[in-house]
């Protein structure tokens, strides 16, 4: 099963991945960078698992670069916040 399958699954890589960076040093800017050059890549060449993907290209698909930038902030806020409840 591909961590795409599932949206929990999806979101715990992605919570693995975000405390990873945190602790290489990485800070909340350029880890939103990331996010949002993760987000572009997923659009353009993955096609969505799920419906909670689908929603999310389609939104991403649909939204400027600043919009983007906001998403890819709203998901590593996200993924930081399940980290914290699960902690």
């Known amino acids: 099963m591909s961590i795409l399958d599932n ?3 999806w979101k715990g890589f992605l919570a693995n ?5 945190k602790s290489s040093g990485m800070n909340h800017e350029t880890i939103t960078n990331f996010a949002q050059e993760v987000g572009d890549y997923l659009a353009s060449n993955v096609d ?7 929603v999310l290209k389609e939104l991403w698909n649909a939204a400027s670069e600043e ?8 998901m590593v ?8 409840n699960n902690g």
């Open 7 to 9: 949206f929990d699954s």
């Open 17 to 21: 991945r975000l405390q990873q960076a």
């Open 48 to 54: 969505a698992k799920n419906k909670e993907e689908a």
């Open 67 to 74: 919009e983007q930038q906001a998403i890819a902030s709203s």
């Open 77 to 84: 806020r996200l993924v930081e916040q399940q980290g914290n």
